[in-house]
């Protein structure tokens, strides 16, 4: 269970999301076509930090920014945390690009859109706290928006990249608690297990739809 | 005379009975019917007589393109063949099988727009088609060979640029369950042995020519790089099947499989796809990876790359390296295709050792894939192998067949789901040898009639996709509703049609479906999500109509059908729309004969008008409603006793199916007692002279 001990913004999970990502300042493996250095507003360092981390599909802590600001030294940022933040706050304003998200802990987070949608944000977000709040929220939105249910082994894919165990451990704890009342599963025919909210979504209805994304589609070419 | 770009001017007739060849003006004779199945479905209402078989020296096989075959445009890469299909039961009827690959380009590059194949050689040929020089050389060294060595041995004598359509022994023997194939994996269904009544083992043809394009060049460039710009995944999934930071949206269901950390595993050295941003059109080759979507993700460890058709970037057809059956099969380690071609092997089986995520179910495939194009072997969509499961376990192969022949068969290989299996099976279908193997290849139709099973028996079998006449439904009320019904209506086999399951699929979220339903069809209640159906209601049978005209549109115009129409797009900033006006601009720009999107579509519904009037002057009968638009009972049924219009269930509602027809025939201004178009339906379409042929036949309504 040690990914569920990690704390949002640790070293930790840096490391663990960014398997292509070769640091702040470093080189990026893709570009858009772009240059991920510029847009809109005018060009400065901490912009270009967190559009670098968009780009490898990060987002990037304001204490993040700080030591990438300070080359990285340990200690350094601590002297300019309040400069930062007034930086960030004028960048936001300046840039349309940018965007600032809050984790429940209060730590603030940014992204740019050039490269980041708002909704994969989010769920970098999500993913920075409860696996099993995360599970269920995601659970709930698939159900109501599109709708559908989610095969439980899509999170252990990226960017969630938990293990099976992880995963199946989670949804055995949620099954017990009553904030998660409304998440149930279903099996296909194949033996996959597919998670749904009956907010949204009526049982028989959701194990159909699980049946047809598991079975039917690739039955039907 | 207005001379137009986009057609290469000629179409090339060869008379096989004669060993002559002649030309007619593309534009003069065919302009108004584009190209493709509009040439085609002009020659077989003008010069095949109803009555008509399909292995007759009579009928006519036409290999046709359209104007934007060979151009710049994406897609651009399919073939129609229109001929009498010999599957198509009780009585067969016009329809089309559509080959991608490069044989549409090159035939363009020769100087052709379409090849009218007629009357029947008195022994085994093939033709060459070298620009402008046509010649029919003798086959008989190439008779009884499988498809890839004829390919190899044409292409020495015609150059390794050659595109070689081919067929194998099962188009040879006359199997009706045989296939046409050309650029190693790409085939047309259903049109093998056809070719083979006719002794034509193969058309090779190479052009050093180009295709002229007739607006501006400039508007054309961009029209190009616009289209790309909309392009999504294969089959125009325009979200990823995971969560990616450019995206929105995700679904799970859709074929843009390409993300970072998923690798072509058997290149060298591995190369990943990376996250396929949208807005980057160099990457959109990335995007699919029709293995790794079929058969799992283990396919990804064995995919060398995408392959696929001229002027396409999605390369459906995965190519896939898996060293492994070389040795323990006697087959090359490469092997590429896409959909049913991957599917070929496995779904013949129940089960695997190991389970559907085993190695063996890949081995399977690669089995499968390679003697189904080697020998020519259609699968019908699938209904080959389900009619084989269905015929085993409920023992009718046993009680059919003589002992002998049932032991020579290694069903204990079959159940446990052993590849090698498909070597005592697929051969034999090929070579018409015993019973199990004749009847096999007759197809579904004729199949049930030798065994004396009736149609309707398949017809109630939810499980076995059966539709009518032979076929199996493609895309209809199991995913979209009375549209994918009605669609499944329409056509003398399996319709083909991906216009709406492209819209359906596409990944995006109800609401936005909706809200784009509601402007290309005029009412958001065009679309229903997947099992939760609402009744009939006038927007679905508009999107049924435009579904059948964009389908024959594409096979007019040569655009691929599997991937278009383009009214979705991954563009956050338009809104995930994509546009409708696609083929008409690029229709317009491409041969100077500017139509708009209206203007088009009435071209593409005199097409499908002349496929309905086919259709009733070969059956006879202008009562379509109740003797050809027909429904099989799994339709209508529920194995939970769900009732229609419950979430949860595609069970269709009788009355409201009824309902839909009466819709779908106003749609298009036919007779909603037969379902035949009326005179004025004709008339509106520039065909007169098709309603007086009818009339004359007595087989206009009213």
């Not at chain 2, 325009?238 to 072509?264: C, I, M």
């Not at chain 2, 009736?454 to 006449?469: I, R, V």
């Not at chain 2, 041969?591 to 009733?616: C, P, Y």
Request: with cysteine; hydrophobic share 35%.
């Amino acid at each position: 269970m040690k990914l569920f001990a990690l704390k949002a913004g640790s070293p930790g999970l840096l490391r663990r999301a960014g398997r292509e990502y070769k640091g702040l300042v470093g080189s990026m493996k893709e570009t858009r076509g772009t240059d991920a250095l510029e847009g809109p507003g005018p060009v400065d360092e901490a912009a270009a930090i967190i559009r670098r981390a968009s780009e490898a599909g990060l987002l990037i802590s304001e204490a993040e920014i700080r030591r990438a600001l300070a080359g990285g030294q340990p200690g350094a940022e601590a002297d300019r945390e309040a400069d930062v933040r007034t930086r960030l706050l004028t960048l936001l304003g300046e840039c349309d690009d940018l965007r600032e998200v809050v984790a429940d802990n209060g730590e603030r987070s940014y992204y740019s859109s050039l490269s980041m949608s708002e909704a994969y944000a989010a769920l970098l977000l999500r993913r920075q706290g409860d696996p099993a709040r995360l599970i269920a929220e995601i659970v709930r939105q698939d159900s109501e928006v599109y709708p559908r249910p989610v095969p439980l082994d899509m999170f252990t894919h990226p960017p969630f990249d938990f293990t099976l165990e992880e995963v199946v451990q989670t949804a055995a704890g949620m099954a017990a608690r009553e904030e998660y009342s409304d998440i149930e599963e279903t099996r296909t025919s194949t033996a996959r297990l597919f998670l749904y909210s009956t907010l949204y979504l009526e049982p028989a209805y959701a194990s159909m739809l699980a049946e047809w994304l598991d079975v039917g589609q690739s039955n039907n070419p | 005379m207005k001379t137009y770009g986009g057609w290469a001017g000629k179409v090339l007739r060869v008379d096989l009975s004669t060993g002559r060849s002649r030309t007619e003006e593309t534009v003069d004779k065919y302009k108004d019917y584009l190209g493709g199945t509009g040439i085609g479905y002009k020659v077989m209402w003008d010069e095949v007589p109803a009555g008509t078989k399909p292995h007759d020296p009579g009928n006519k096989i036409i290999f046709a393109v359209g104007p934007l075959a060979g151009t710049g445009a994406p897609c651009n890469g399919r073939i129609a063949i229109t001929t009498l299909w010999p599957t198509c039961a009780p009585k067969p009827l016009v329809a089309t099988g559509h080959m991608g690959g490069h044989f549409a380009a090159e035939l363009k590059y020769a100087g052709y727009d379409a090849i009218v194949i007629e009357g029947k050689a008195d022994h085994p040929v093939w033709l060459s088609v070298a620009d402008g020089k046509v010649e029919v050389k003798d086959g008989r060294h190439l008779w009884g060979e499988g498809i890839r060595r004829t390919t190899a041995a044409i292409s020495q004598i015609m150059g390794p640029e050659a595109v070689v359509a081919a067929i194998g022994p099962a188009g040879e023997n006359l199997v009706p369950m045989s296939n046409v194939m050309n650029s190693i994996s790409h085939s047309a269904g259903g049109a093998g042995s056809v070719m083979g009544s006719k002794n034509l083992k193969a058309i090779g043809v190479r052009g050093t020519g180009s295709v002229r394009i007739g607006g501006n060049k400039d508007e054309w460039e961009k029209l190009v790089k616009y289209h790309l710009s909309l392009l999504g995944a294969n089959n125009q999934h325009v979200v990823p099947n995971a969560p990616q930071p450019w995206a929105e949206f995700w679904s799970p269901g859709t074929r843009w499989v390409g993300s970072k950390g998923r690798a072509w595993g058997a290149a060298a050295p591995p190369i990943e796809t990376g996250t396929c941003e949208p807005h980057n059109l160099n990457r959109i080759a990335y995007r699919t990876n029709n293995a790794a979507f079929y058969l799992g993700d283990a396919a990804w460890q064995y995919t060398v790359r995408g392959n696929g058709c001229t002027g396409c970037p999605i390369r459906c057809h995965t190519m896939v390296k898996m060293p492994a059956v070389a040795s323990k099969y006697g087959i090359s380690e490469m092997g590429q295709n896409t959909c049913m071609g991957l599917l070929f092997g496995w779904v013949f089986f129940k089960s695997f050792p190991a389970g559907l995520d085993g190695r063996a179910n890949m081995e399977t495939c690669m089995v499968g894939m390679h003697l189904a194009d080697d020998l020519g072997i259609w699968c019908n969509y699938g209904q080959l192998q389900r009619d084989f499961q269905k015929l085993y376990y409920e023992g009718h192969i046993k009680a059919k067949l003589g002992e002998k022949e049932f032991k020579s068969y290694s069903w204990d290989k079959y159940e446990k789901g052993d590849p090698s299996f498909l070597f005592e099976l697929l051969p034999r279908i090929a070579a018409k040898e015993g019973e199990l193997a004749c009847a096999l290849g007759l197809g579904t139709g004729y199949l049930l009639e030798r065994w004396s099973i009736s149609e309707a028996e398949w017809g109630k079998d939810h499980d076995l996709a059966y539709w009518k006449m032979g076929h199996p439904k493609h895309h209809s009320c199991e995913e979209v509703g009375q549209c994918g019904t009605l669609i499944n209506l329409m056509y003398n086999r399996d319709p083909q049609c991906h216009s709406h399951v492209n819209f359906i699929r596409n990944g995006l979220p109800l609401q936005v479906q909706k809200k784009l339903a509601a402007e290309i069809w005029g009412a958001p209640e065009a679309v229903d999500a997947i099992g939760a159906y609402t009744p009939m209601h006038p927007s679905k049978a508009r999107m049924a109509k435009w579904s059948v005209l964009r389908k024959e549109l594409h096979d007019s115009l040569s655009l691929c059908n599997w991937m278009g129409p383009w009214v979705a797009s991954p563009l956050k900033e338009r809104g995930y729309r994509g546009d409708d006006s696609l083929e008409s601009m690029l229709y317009s720009v491409a041969t100077g004969d500017k139509l708009d999107r209206q203007e088009l579509d009435r071209v593409a519904e005199r097409i499908f008008v002349l496929h309905r009037a086919l259709t009733i002057r070969d059956m006879g009968t202008k009562e379509m409603r109740a003797r050809h638009d027909l429904i099989p009972e799994w339709a209508f049924e529920d194995e939970s006793g769900k009732a229609p219009f419950t979430k949860g269930t595609t069970r269709m509602d009788r009355k409201d199916v009824e309902t839909a027809k009466d819709m779908f025939y106003d749609e298009l201004g036919w007779d909603r007692a037969t379902g035949a178009p009326t005179a004025e339906a004709y008339r509106k379409a520039g065909m007169g002279d098709v309603a007086i042929e009818l009339d004359r036949r007595n087989l206009l309504p009213g």
